[in-house]
């Protein structure tokens, strides 16, 4: 069998085909890139560059503001020197592909040329049809992004929302109250977007938590803002390093006469205190209404994060997600090694599905990995297979390539092997980039993205 042929076959039949996008962080009104610094300065390559020798580990200014010209063009002459040593990585790929298909610019990025590229996408980002014509070119008829991002509806009829607000069970670097600094951020207050990984200086918040009742009462507070009927799903993260076997009240009242003192156990206690109480509420006032999305395996480092995960963590994730029958829980996975897992949890939890490739865990040989794995163990109707977490619609564009060809390989994998034929790849490879992502979300392609394309 010709595989490379029968994988480009496989490929440009789902080129062809609609996908919908599950997770970005797309703003409302400003959907496409800025300048180049929002393509070559995705936080995915800042890392790269990062490791290579470049002095910024850090993201630019980050929502709800935006870098200065002379912030991001300062950053740029300072990663032009490491960029030839980070050109072999999956994430270089995707530059590449955005500046040659959307920019017609090839070769490198040098001194000498990266000023006019400037201009040219900062030209083309004046155009208010721009963003549209880069989702349509790949073919995603809809993108979820955060509510907070929403930006008074300008975006509203190509985006729907999902609320990333109050992060209870994600670790901070060197910090062991977030749960609580996360519940008081939000508390007599409405949705915003959360707190920055390694937030750093924390912003003083109008009320301190100082008893259980001011916790119950916090939470209580919290689940009453959720904007139900314009979110299609909630966000959060849920940390390998936390330990969240339920703390009962007794437990938290202790903990939080210790908060100046706080360590491992107190984070522990009240992590797992407000995230059973949330998910308690949640359950009792919107039950299965919304999705509730959880990233996983990757844990905060000063800059970013790296990908860890522990067999504890797994476990308990499937006692959470067992003691709330009437939740729905999505998992965006950062880990490798964790994909088996999670399909077993999926395979005996009916309220657990799996969502793309995140993080640490978007490379293509890691996808390869991940779809070979889901397309043995789970129906497809328990599986997203894209999300591109962009923050412009070029990366967006990237990343879905990046997804079909990595699933191109992998379908024609499985029809060398003689589980399926040709047609039967093609339909489940649109099954999981189009249908799933309805069934389980609830996302609705949107008419004005609409590209007539055929359907195995």
Not at 173 to 192: F, I, K, N, Q, V
Not at 399 to 427: F, P, T
Request: glycine share 8%; with cysteine; proline share 6%.
């Amino acid at each position: 069998m010709d595989l490379p042929g029968l994988t480009d076959r496989l490929y440009a039949a789902l080129c062809a085909s609609p996908v919908l996008d599950a997770h970005t962080h797309l703003v409302g009104g400003r959907l496409g890139a800025g300048g180049l610094h929002d393509i070559l300065l995705y936080h995915m390559s800042v890392s790269e560059l990062y490791a290579a020798g470049c002095p910024d580990g850090a993201r630019l200014t980050q929502f709800p503001g935006w870098p200065s010209r002379q912030e991001a063009h300062d950053r740029i002459r300072r990663a032009l020197p490491y960029l030839p040593q980070v050109r072999n990585t999956g994430i270089a790929h995707g530059i590449r592909l955005i500046l040659r298909d959307l920019y017609d610019f090839t070769g490198p990025v040098t001194e000498d040329n990266w000023e006019g590229l400037d201009d040219r996408i900062r030209s083309q980002a004046a155009d208010p049809n721009w963003p549209r014509q880069v989702l349509r070119r790949a073919r995603i008829e809809r993108a979820c992004t955060e509510w907070a991002r929403r930006q008074g509806g300008a975006d509203d009829e190509v985006l729907q929302y999902s609320l990333e607000w109050a992060f209870f069970t994600r670790c901070q670097w060197g910090e062991y109250d977030t749960a609580l600094y996360e519940l008081e951020r939000c508390w007599g207050r409405g949705p915003d977007s959360p707190a920055p990984i390694g937030a750093g200086a924390r912003p003083p918040v109008p009320r301190v938590l100082a008893s259980v009742a001011d916790v119950d009462d916090a939470v209580a507070w919290y689940v009453g803002q959720i904007p139900a009927a314009g979110i299609v799903s909630m966000a959060t993260h849920l940390s390998t390093d936390l330990d969240l076997e339920p703390a009962d009240a007794d437990l938290l009242r202790h903990a939080l006469a210790r908060r100046d003192q706080a360590g491992p156990a107190e984070r522990d206690v009240y992590a797992s205190y407000v995230n059973e109480a949330f998910l308690s509420q949640l359950e009792a006032r919107l039950g299965d209404q919304v999705v509730l999305q959880f990233s996983f395996g990757a844990e905060p480092l000063p800059h970013e994060t790296a990908s860890r995960l522990s067999q504890r963590a797994i476990a308990q994730v499937a006692q959470m997600v067992a003691r709330h029958p009437r939740l729905r829980f999505q998992c965006f996975l950062a880990s490798r090694h964790g994909g088996q897992s999670l399909c077993t949890l999926c395979r005996e939890l009916p309220n657990l599905s799996l969502a793309g490739y995140w993080w640490h865990s978007f490379f293509p040989g890691a996808i390869r990995q991940t779809i070979e794995e889901r397309l043995d163990m789970l129906p497809l109707n328990r599986q997203v297979g894209f999300f591109s977490d962009a923050y412009c619609v070029e990366w967006a564009y990237a990343k879905s390539l990046m997804v079909r060809r990595a699933l191109a390989e992998g379908l024609a994998a499985k029809v060398g092997q003689g589980q399926y034929d040709e047609s039967l790849a093609i339909g489940i490879g649109q099954q999981i980039l189009y249908d799933a992502p309805q069934q389980l979300l609830g996302l609705v392609p949107a008419p004005c993205l609409a590209v007539a394309a055929p359907r195995a």
